[in-house]
């Protein structure tokens, strides 16, 4: 059974930095896209950043333009999520997640499409 092991959450300040970082257990993996979700108790879960992995295509969501970059180790098998900039509604559980099969729509940071999970991490942004 595939893991994805999270790491690096944690109590921040506004204004603050975090990296997260998630590990796939597999590494010889041929994924299709992996990327980071969050979710604030009582609201759906959302797609915060993924990275395509034949091309190296990222999607962000609005909110965080500009302020987070997700990155990769040269194997593929660590994902990064670099958070400058922290504000109070980032607080979440963050989530890793891998999505192992090509979508012909070309979507690769839906919930739906994802099929494997981390155990979430809480990051919590608060002076």
């Known amino acids: 059974q595939l893991q994805l092991v999270e790491s690096g959450g944690g109590l921040v300040q506004p204004g603050g930095s975090l990296r997260l970082s998630c590990t796939v257990s597999?590494?010889?993996?041929?994924?299709?896209?992996i990327g980071w979700f969050r979710q604030v108790p009582g609201q759906e879960r959302e797609g915060v950043s993924c990275v395509r992995n034949n091309d190296g295509s990222t999607y962000y969501t609005d909110s965080v333009k500009g302020r987070f970059t997700i990155s990769r180790d040269n194997a593929k098998t660590t994902v990064y999520l670099q958070m400058n900039g922290l504000q109070p509604e980032d607080t979440a559980v963050y989530y890793c997640a891998v999505d192992v099969f090509t979508k012909v729509t070309g979507d690769y940071c839906s919930k739906y499409g994802m099929d494997y999970w981390g155990s979430g991490i809480q990051v919590t942004v608060s002076s």
């Open positions: 597999d590494i010889t993996l041929n994924y299709y896209a």
